[in-house]
């Protein structure tokens, strides 16, 4: 049973619009959220975080936004630019006392068209 | 080193062979992290270690994989007796501590034939 759910495979942007990347989550445990952007033969790249107790975290282009009740969280990323071009995987964790590693979804594989 | 580095990067090893894969962190940090990666997936958990000590082997799928850090540092994953559903990318990640956010390895394609 997948606990971090990334339902769109792949999603299509134009260069300088806002790219939306969504992500549910089932286990209500989690409490910690991150984002990781990943180029072709390059390991994954940390990107964003955000903890339980908010709502919302920026940085620069990238926010990510927090609806526990929802158990889902979204990556906003304005404007977009070619170089944001890449698969981009959200991952969980339980920050004390649970398991030790991540929690990662399937990605999306964003692609901004000039 | 300035990142994570992971040796090789490419791996061919005929069903039955045993592989090493090798984590070189960065300077410092305590923790490391090893993850498996199928094509069209997201990385999974596979063992953890702070330092030396080997704390989580949860993630690793069947005793023909085991891990080691025998002085806190290097990590080495090794599969013995590889069979086809082992083909994967092989991620280590390391960070300072536990709850930092993981800086991860090129990773290791391994293909077994």
């Known amino acids: 049973d997948q606990q971090v759910k990334q339902n769109s495979p792949s999603l299509s942007v134009q260069e300088g619009r806002i790219s939306i990347l969504n992500c549910d989550y089932t286990?209500?445990?989690?409490?910690?959220f991150l984002w990781y952007k990943k180029y072709p033969a390059e390991g994954p790249t940390f990107l964003i975080s955000?903890?339980?107790?908010?709502d919302k975290n920026e940085d620069g282009r990238f926010t990510v936004f927090l609806n526990k009740s929802a158990k889902h969280l979204s990556l906003h990323i304005v404007p977009s630019q070619p170089g944001d071009s890449a698969v981009y995987f959200c991952?969980?964790?339980?920050?004390?006392?649970?398991?030790?590693?991540?929690?990662f979804g399937k990605g999306t594989h964003l692609i901004i068209q000039p | 080193g300035a990142g994570v580095s992971q040796s090789p990067r490419y791996k061919v090893a005929k069903r039955g062979q045993d592989v090493a894969l090798r984590c070189d962190p960065i300077?410092?940090?305590?923790?490391l992290f090893w993850y498996q990666q199928a094509l069209g997936q997201g990385p999974e958990f596979l063992t953890y270690?702070?330092?030396?000590?080997?704390?989580?082997k949860s993630g690793l799928p069947s005793d023909r994989f085991f891990a080691e850090r025998p002085e806190g540092s290097v990590s080495t994953l090794k599969i013995q007796r590889t069979q086809q559903e082992d083909s994967a990318v092989y991620l280590c990640?390391?960070?300072?501590?536990?709850?930092?956010?993981?800086?991860f390895g090129q990773g290791t394609r391994l293909t077994v034939v």
């Open positions: 300077s410092g940090h305590v923790s």
């Open positions: 270690f702070q330092n030396e000590a080997q704390l989580d």
């Open positions: 990640a390391s960070s300072f501590i536990r709850r930092d956010e993981a800086f």
């Open positions: 286990n209500s445990m989690f409490d910690y």
């Open positions: 991952a969980a964790r339980v920050l004390e006392g649970g398991a030790d590693g991540l929690t």
């Open positions: 955000i903890s339980s107790i908010k």
